[in-house]
């Protein structure tokens, strides 16, 4: 599975953004996905993450819960993330991933595909 993640760009604090991540191959409802994001100097932190299949089960971290939706079109193969009320502190790099199971989990390490990566930032 190969990822290609798009979608970022400047916005003002308070504004929207979404992030679209593209996977290529036949077996994309196979994974869970999710979103993680990461500035320089800290560890990729868990932002999002959806089921496989038919994506019933979305999980947030604390810091977006409210303001960011993942979800995922398995027709396109592709896994969204619909950021609002965006802050400063969500400026980072935004990576996508997939994981062959059921649940998506919140550590990186766990993962078996990476998108490359989109730049978010938000300024005050």
């Known amino acids: 599975v190969q990822l290609q993640a798009s979608g970022g760009g400047l916005v003002q604090a308070g504004g929207s953004l979404r992030l679209s991540c593209a996977a290529s191959g036949r077996t994309f409802s196979s994974y869970a996905m999710a979103w993680f994001r990461q500035v320089p100097g800290k560890e990729r932190e868990f932002v999002a993450g959806?089921?496989?299949?038919?994506?019933?089960?979305?999980y947030y971290a604390d810091s977006v819960k409210g303001r960011f939706t993942i979800s995922r079109d398995n027709a396109k193969n592709t896994v969204y993330l619909q950021m609002n009320s965006l802050k400063p502190e969500d400026t980072a790099v935004y990576y996508c991933?997939?994981?062959?199971?059921?649940?998506?989990?919140?550590?990186?390490?766990?993962?078996?595909?990476w998108g490359q990566g989109t730049l978010v930032t938000v300024s005050s």
């Open positions: 959806i089921s496989w299949s038919g994506g019933r089960s979305t």
């Open positions: 991933a997939a994981e062959s199971g059921p649940i998506p989990i919140r550590k990186p390490g766990g993962y078996d595909y």
